[in-house]
């Protein structure tokens, strides 16, 4: 039976995290979010990693348990993302990387071979080190051969293995002879599946999707889902990433993320590809350099044209005729998010919370009212304004402001003065997630 993951988080060890990251707060939440697999982020932090041991359970498959709950409730997986930040080749390189581990033994072993190298763990859940990318995936098979190593949010300009400031412009620059090793990339908020298809070096690894969240609503906002079964543990998980067998993603819209187009943001300078084309990467109002988005990267970097894909969407699923083996992946909009604009107020205030807690104990997970429950059960529950916002998320009729230089775009589902209620009644079909 599949499975969702959220393999990309981070605990209150982390800088500029909520406080309220802990391991029942995480179990919560993923439950609230319809996630089965959630990665604990941070094991290398020595004071989050005494709290991992002390609440999880190893359960003989590679995932962990919490708590009383034992095998009924949420599973853990140890991760990590670390940031790497040395010189190669006489340049400066900075790339974040995700690392698993399939239990306490080998995370302790790759914390070990870290400290040997005068690293320092205890100040950031996600530690700075001088560690080149390529060594890091040396010490983490050597820790443990079934550790799984994948490039953090690929794209992201300043730490994504594909951004204009990493230093590279290829796994296979960057990783060298052990590029085989590296199974997958991670497409970050500012990137979707079909944007990474567009690279061929990348034809052979799998891309996943995770929420990189840095507080509890923000889980699940992109995560993936297994074929596998969730007994099949670990290593379940490590064949689908290796061979990419994954069912599909759920993303957040890229132009949602931060770093979607070029642009300078303190001079509100934004640029399409084809106006950075015209225009060039100086900010013509400060004569800076732009900050280049990911956008502008993806032409830069692309061995096809977005075309040759051949993008097709079935009943919300977005796959590629041309690559029918890519498996396909679907746009949603947060819950809260939904809910705020219905509301009219931030999705952090108690009524959204309210609301979203009685939609989800009345008919199911997050993920089960955005994708399955039929629009005419939402309005019975939160009447007919929130069911159509649901409604235009599955049809992808929405407005998107897109993000750059470190600005989130922004999605609307209404246009300013739309009422937002249709008084006919609206069916859309129950969906499965990837059928």
């Keep these: 039976m599949a499975y969702v993951a959220d393999l990309h988080i981070h605990s209150r060890f982390s800088r500029a995290c909520s406080p309220q990251l802990n391991v029942p707060n995480l179990a919560e939440w993923a439950k609230l979010k319809g996630i089965d697999v959630l990665g604990t982020g941070d094991f290398l932090h020595p004071l989050w990693f005494a709290e991992l041991k002390s609440q999880l359970k190893e359960d003989g498959s590679g995932f962990l348990s919490w708590g009383s709950e034992g095998g009924e409730g949420i599973k ?108 997958g990339i991670e497409t970050g908020l500012s990137s979707d599946p079909a944007m990474n298809w567009r690279i061929k ?19 699940g906002r992109e995560a993936t889902v297994f074929n596998e079964d969730i007994s099949d543990g670990f290593m379940g998980l490590w064949e689908a990433v290796r061979n990419q067998k994954i069912a599909g993603t759920i993303e957040f819209y890229p132009e949602e993320g931060k770093y979607h187009y070029t642009g300078h943001r303190n001079c509100g300078v934004r640029y399409t590809p084809e106006e950075t084309k015209r225009n060039g990467e100086v900010c013509p109002k400060c004569g800076r350099g ?32 041309e690559f029918p083996n ?24 108690q009524k959204v919370l309210n609301e979203y807690k009685k939609l989800i104990s009345t008919l199911g997970s997050e993920i ?63 969906l499965g997630l990837f059928d």
């Excluded at 070096?201 to 889980?219: G, Q, R, T, Y």
């Excluded at 498996?327 to 219905?342: D, K, S």
């Design 368 to 430: 089960k009212v955005l994708t399955k429950v039929s629009i005419d059960d939402i309005a019975k529950i939160s009447g007919p304004k929130i069911a159509e916002g649901v409604d235009k998320v599955r049809k992808g009729d929405l407005l998107i402001d897109p993000g750059f230089d470190g600005v989130y775009g922004v999605v609307k589902i209404w246009q300013s003065g739309e009422s937002g209620v249709d008084e006919k009644k609206v069916e859309a079909p129950q």
């Design 76 to 183: 853990f997986v140890l991760t990590v993302e670390i940031a790497s930040m040395y010189s190669d080749k006489g340049r400066g390189r900075r790339v974040h990387n995700l690392i698993f581990m399939p239990d306490f033994t080998s995370a302790e072993a790759f914390q070990k071979a870290l400290l040997s190298r005068k690293a320092t763990l205890g100040s950031d859940g996600r530690p700075i080190v001088g560690t080149s990318s390529k060594d890091l995936l040396s010490l983490a098979l050597q820790a443990s051969e079934k550790a799984l190593f994948i490039c953090s949010h690929a794209w992201t300009p300043w730490f994504g293995i594909f951004g204009s400031q990493s230093g590279y412009d290829s796994l296979e620059e960057c990783f060298e002879d052990l590029t085989d090793y590296v199974y």
């Design 201 to 219: 070096e990348l034809d052979n690894k799998s891309i996943v999707s995770f929420s990189d969240a840095h507080s509890l609503p923000n889980l």
């Design 290 to 321: 732009l900050t280049v988005g990911v956008m502008e990267r993806v032409e830069v970097l692309a061995t096809r044209e977005n075309v040759q894909l051949k993008i097709e969407n079935v009943q919300g699923v977005i796959k590629s005729k």
């Design 326 to 349: 890519r498996t396909g992946y679907r746009m949603l909009v947060p819950l809260l998010q939904i809910i705020a604009e219905a509301f009219n107020t931030a999705p952090t205030t």
